[in-house]
């Protein structure tokens, strides 16, 4: 799969690959339950999230269906690790992808996590040529959601109690966009302009 050249910049982030020495800093994100609410896993040890780290390090290449790219998300002006964003390989026959983002909250209210993602969408439809990109995310999650919308993708599905997840039934909602819609959601205040709620 022909991705970019990393790091990718916009005027207020860097999109690069993990290193090392981001161990601090993924720690004090992935540590908190604030951060992890959502997620399939709870707030991790030092030692879960250094192999967490290592396994992040690998993932960044898309060669076949299944495969996950992920790059740390770093703010420009301090170099302060602000979270990562994902992409997943979920069908090479039908050219679909799934996009994924965690971001610490101490950096809402800037567009952080929308400007990323936003730049991630651009990856799957203008480099890849993805044909349809989507999201899943906990129905609860109302900040991801509105994230998403921002992007211009559509609510296609909501589906009830149709995981177990950390000892609760929860609801799933799918998000989608197809390329021919991408050129149209491409509206550049909404990825660079803080809104409440917005990593």
């Given at each position: ?53 290592t396994e992040r390090t690998g993932l960044t290449e898309l060669r076949a269906e299944g495969d996950r790219l992920v790059l ?39 567009g952080y996590a929308t400007e990323a993602a936003a730049q991630f969408m651009r990856v799957a439809f203008d480099d890849l ?71």
């Open positions: 799969m022909p991705l970019p050249s990393f790091p990718i910049k916009t005027r207020r982030l860097v999109l690069r690959r993990y290193a090392a020495d981001d161990l601090d800093a993924l720690h004090r994100a992935q540590s908190r339950e604030d951060v992890t609410r959502y997620l399939y896993w709870g707030p991790r040890s030092r030692v879960e999230v250094e192999q967490a780290l740390a998300v770093e703010l420009v002006e301090t170099g302060d690790l602000l979270g990562e964003v994902h992409l997943f390989w979920v069908s090479k026959e039908h050219r679909t992808v799934e996009i994924g983002y965690i971001f610490h909250p101490d950096f809402e209210g800037h040529h993805m044909h349809r990109v989507i999201a899943r995310l906990d129905a609860d999650n109302t900040a991801s959601a509105r994230l998403l919308e921002r992007l211009g993708m559509r609510k296609e599905a909501h589906f009830v109690q149709n995981e177990f997840v950390r000892g609760r039934w929860a609801d799933e909602a799918v998000y989608a966009m197809l390329a021919s819609e991408w050129p149209s959601a491409q509206l550049a205040e909404p990825f660079v302009r803080g809104l409440p709620g917005d990593a």
